[in-house]
């Protein structure tokens, strides 16, 4: 029996249902389920064998799940009527019991904060694999040089490992992001029922404590209309495939004729169908290329949620997708980072060869005058001066440059003394290279 | 024979393997090649004979791919390479052939476009679909009243028909941006190769005729990089949405019980999981959350075409699903919308009763004022102070009116004449909105 | 002299100045400066003399900007030269001598940093007067009831101060995330230079503890190409936009006549230029049309950062527009929202009319019918169809549920019990948000 | 008089008054005055005494203006409102009569569209001006060779001019586009009224007429609740805008010491403030970094629209910014891209060294097999064989493919036929470029 007269379009109900995408949730419903039919039981809310009837009967669709012989129905509008309704099936009319003192408001948000936790971790550690990745590559090219630019004109040579070490510090910063990720989801929903509390003594503690939530929603209202969980978690991969981009975009760069710094494994690359000759950076350019689907997850979440009035609405049903495919592209891309970078070969000649250009150490040229006593602004347009002439003469700067300044000019414009004087810390000398790649094993125990 | 020497990760083929989302193009993959395979024959660049075997072969193929019977493989990267290996199983080494004076940088250009083209108009009759229905239902309730309002406020009173036909007005906009993202699709890529070119005296213009393309991409470097025509289409399905969200947003405003101006058809709606009383619009609901999904597909097309060097890239690989989500998402809005605006019973007193509220003819008063002489920043003040003193009274305007303005005053505030007043082009006068049905009525043929 | 032969373009410069918005950054980059030099001198980089000249010439520059007798030139391209130029011509040469082991590329990031700490704090301070201004306001209205609304249909009564206390706990949240945002911030980029540290044995740690930093980049490329703390402070400002976009939204639709829950205060609305009557909640509606201009800024960030190779590019200049903006507009709102929150006028009597609306009492009806032990599902379809009934015969839901269900649903549809009995920790009932009040209370000490 | 009785709280003002920004719609707001005063005699709804005092006083609030003594003052709200008070207080209480049948939401909703069709000429113009900078460039670089690169990897060589081309058909797109958003801007909202249309037999054609707009809103509600022709040009401007960014990516990598295909002027690039030999292409790599900003733009728009019910809403003041600050841009870098172009000095040789790569001529090796006889796909792979048996035995691919494939490989793999034999339509054949250029000469008259 229901209020309805009529039955549902069948537009409407392409429209409407979400069991097409939610059914992922079957692992997260079901131990919700049986968490809070413990309860049920421990409260007295039901019996002790109504209680058992329902996990047996949980057992029985559990097994059907794991092992693909469940069958959706037509009518099965969403994971958790589609597993009530089995469950009914499995168990009788002993299955409608679940449901006491809970609502699909406070099932779906407790489902989705479960599901965002644990993708929060997974994530998490496919971060951690990366950063061992480079940690390893930064390792085996300790020592090697290439320039590091700026504005992507050669500026001042550093280490390779310097380089690589600079994503381990990014991707640090998202190891946090994704721990408070996981916090903003670790609080229970549970409890909430439709929006204002439930008729019932229930003990929303020993809930959370079962599926390991750190704490309890403190407002029923907020309960069921909060996804803040959800954006704190695509905030974490937007950031991340944000970061993730720049690595493939260098990846792409370095693999071109022109810089020819890295080439990737064939494991990483594929062919042209056309031009016999081509080896693509394919994965390094996906990899560029789908931060922007992450952060439009972001912004089409937020927009879901912008001038929504309080508490449920049918809106917050647009969350799902979004953080699925969010969180399934940046394990790809994470899996996908490590693998190039474990496989890269680097090409130590063509980028010492690169680092040795002899304008890259104009700086030094300009600090030189400094420890003379010059003022660095005035040190810094006397040595702009003389890459300007030695451009228009076409002559290396060093010609120029120990006329002007001196024999020690020579000196400073030669190559191995360039990275070793960058000993501020975090700076490129090796010693400090060294400080870095300690600290970042330290991080990962 | 490949250039390359191992195999690829399948961590690589995950990430980089198109084939689950992009075997939806088969149709216009097959027609292409179709087409191109004629081309080829007519300029003698292969033989008849092998023509012949080449169409047959696609016959086949086809036959599979309607049927259901078409198996993928696991090698199987994109649907292009998949219909080749299939066609080459079929047909023999002549499968080969097909493939010459062609790659697969035009030919998924030439997919996406025609995708689009068929997309758009397919949307475009769609729109058409929801006009026709909001015509009916203008008709339906010509010269039902209740308040325009603005801010939320009760401002003036309208007809229901007035009010219906300003989405009708939207729409049309809606269909014009369809055309021309149908017009922007509507170039040929094909011809240009790779990038350049191609070697062969190829005849663009047969294909393009054959396929039904009004134009030939003029440069093969912006025929392989181009996906402008991606972008139009989201943007008109991006504003089409968001039109769609305001009416979602009216139809769940208008369903609560405090403003009780329409019920939705049982068909159209659903209950509750918790509380037996509940109808709700849950498909009014999804009207309006849907659009910022495709706004985000918008965004993230533009955020893969940022910076991205000419010419073709893998990265454009990312706008297949954006663009398939954005249509299908379409299609959804569009049907549910029609199907709602057919079967909302409006309730005729509720919105009367709203409209009559003396209030919302304060400005008709001040105009009596204009009309007497008064500038009208004049005349608005005295009114305002009318109004004022009328609500700290706790009286009704009329009162304080007529003793201040005289009998008149009273005129004006009956309702009947603020509407029918209304008679400037596109006013809510009722001749006005029936020359505005004639003229919507004929736009739709 | 330079190593430039040619002017600058005016169209350049236009594009490439930053001066018109970066300026605002000036008490941060005087900080920066200050500490450097002081640094400068600890380290007998410079002379003590030096350092001396150089303060007292950073004296005559802020003396010069709080006074607002400043002159910006037409050639500063930036506050750093714009600053730097000035500083010289107060103290001569010795000016110079400030950029010493120092980069624009480290300068900048610290500013920003700096600059985007203490925004945080400043947005976490406004945030928790709004909590403040909440909890008062759900202190006031403790047990006034109005309808709670699922799909804006009315679902289940709430207390007004429950209602209130949701938006508490969202901001709680943002509290947190601001302070994450802030932490980010707290990381010093000087002492980086340009990309590769600097040849001077610099001393970071006297400089983050000068200017209050709680750690130093250990990375000095991550350390100049490095913006998550603008993502950071991005996204920390999006959640709470899109929060107060829910709560404008909710102040519109109580506003409006229909609903009449609430009159927003004279102080903060506004007329129309036309319609004397109208009170405008334009205040409400700003809230709510806010959220996507931040969100926007963060998207728009995101892009900047996209595929951008290491270390600096000019491409990172397009932070600071974004920041400002999403900064100043998340503090307009908050001041607002705490403004209309303290003078808002509840109207007990209308709320508590639409939440004694008979029909919402109906989960309350089946969950008697659970206790006397019918399993929840059953009891749903027991209740809907008396629902049904009712409206079909066109009375009260008592009527028809006393002849069904006995005496006892006469008590259950009586309003005192709705509330009170929903008794969950986080519910309704009066002592549950009087835990929260108090919970709430001592969070913000 | 107002109805109200509480002056308005200053942080209210902050955030509602638009002054700050929406005075720069002055001359649209002036010749919109003057237009309906005009219209408003002619139809005898006020005086020709009247008409005459109201374009007097408009005259001498127009020489304020323009000389820059019009003072703005604390409680103008907005433009409409401040020169209404200027108007009044030159002209007297006639003044009051300029806003008979005008609200001020048809009134600004008319000033924003006049300005985005004016700004819609002005961004095309600008396009066209860098298409003949393109043109220019493409002419003076005819016949000069580069690699062409897909997936940034050298794929096939082509002509400068060719390349250069690509982006003018690109701007033509964007022509197209920003015409479509002048036509949706032309059509006159005036006569709406607040919502409902006016009392007053108004004449909207006769304003349409002065004003140059090609139509009139057929629905007062869809008038004043309108902002598609917003959303137009700035789908526009974002296209745009992208496409530059792709310009200036491209730039950018040119100037890199890799590449060395391009040397920008002095007066387009900037030095360091640290590193005396740099010159950084800043221009360029603003071009890439603006379109995520006009992006923004759009997509926040859309937002404010979003779930937005009819009419009018305060949301809507949140259409300006978004769309000046996007027009500026455009504006910018539309300038910097002409600049650019006009003035970069192209390096012939490194240019054509890159080009010379051997092994981007293996698809012409493969094009070789076909008209032999062998099916493409077989042919493809032979080369690919080819290919790798070079690379692993370190020698040219014309030693190995000589012996395999006899001496006319030689030939085909010699530089200067792998371009001329690019003769499809759109190829690169210098033929078929200067068809290209001459259509595109036509275009632009």
Tied chains: 1, 2, 3, 4.
Excluded at 377 to 385: F, P
Aim: aromatic share 6%; net charge negative; with cysteine.
């Amino acid at each position: 029996m229901s209020r309805f007269s009529g039955p549902q379009d069948p537009a409407f109900q392409a429209l409407n249902a979400s069991v097409g995408f939610d059914r992922r949730l079957w692992p997260e419903d079901l131990a919700q389920s049986r968490a809070h039919a413990r309860m049920l039981v421990a409260r007295s809310i039901i019996s002790a064998q109504d209680g058992e009837a329902l996990q047996a009967g949980l057992d029985a669709v559990e097994a059907e799940l794991r092992d693909g012989s469940f069958a959706f129905a037509p009518a099965d509008e969403d994971i958790h009527m589609a597993l009530e309704r089995r469950l009914t099936e499995h168990a009788g009319p002993v299955g409608g019991r679940l449901h006491t003192a809970r609502s699909r408001n406070d099932q779906v948000a407790t489902d989705v904060a479960l599901y965002a936790r644990e993708a929060a971790l997974a994530a998490r550690a496919a971060v951690e694999a990366l950063m061992a990745a480079l940690l390893d590559a930064a390792e085996r090219h300790l020592d090697w040089t290439l320039p590091g630019y700026t504005h992507l004109q050669r500026a001042q040579p550093v280490y390779l490992s310097h380089h690589l070490l600079a994503y381990v510090w990014m991707l640090e910063r998202d190891r946090t992001r994704l721990q408070a990720a996981r916090d903003s989801a670790s609080v229970l929903p549970l409890g909430a029922g439709a929006l204002a509390g439930v008729n019932f003594e229930i003990d929303r503690a020993m809930v959370a404590a079962e599926l390991g939530f750190g704490a309890i929603a403190p407002n029923s209202i907020d309960a069921v209309s909060n996804r803040d969980f959800v954006l704190d978690l695509l905030h974490a991969a937007a950031v991340c495939s944000t970061h993730l981009s720049r690595l493939g975009a260098e990846l792409v760069l370095w693999s071109s004729q022109e810089f020819g710094f890295v080439e990737l494994p064939d494991s990483w690359t594929s062919g042209s169908s056309i031009m016999p000759q081509k080896k693509n950076p394919d994965a390094a350019e996906l990899l560029r290329a789908k931060a922007p689907r992450v952060v439009g997850h972001l912004g089409a979440v937020h927009g879901v949620l912008h001038g929504l009035p309080l508490t449920y609405n049918k809106d917050l049903q647009e969350d799902k997708e979004h953080l699925f495919d969010a969180v399934d592209t940046l394990a790809l891309c994470l899996a996908a980072a490590a693998g190039m970078v474990a496989g890269a070969r680097f090409d130590r000649e063509r980028m010492a060869a690169a680092a040795a250009d002899e304008l890259i150490a104009a700086t030094d040229l300009a600090d030189l005058l400094v420890t003379r006593g010059t003022p660095f602004r005035e040190a810094h347009g006397v040595v702009a001066g003389l890459v300007r002439e030695a451009l228009e003469r076409g002559v290396p700067l060093a010609d120029v440059a120990v006329g002007a300044l001196g024999p020690e000019a020579a000196d400073v414009l030669e190559r191995s003394s360039w990275l070793e004087s960058k000993v501020s810390e975090g700076g490129t000398a090796l010693a400090r290279v060294r400080d870095q790649l300690d600290r970042a094993r330290a991080l990962l125990g």
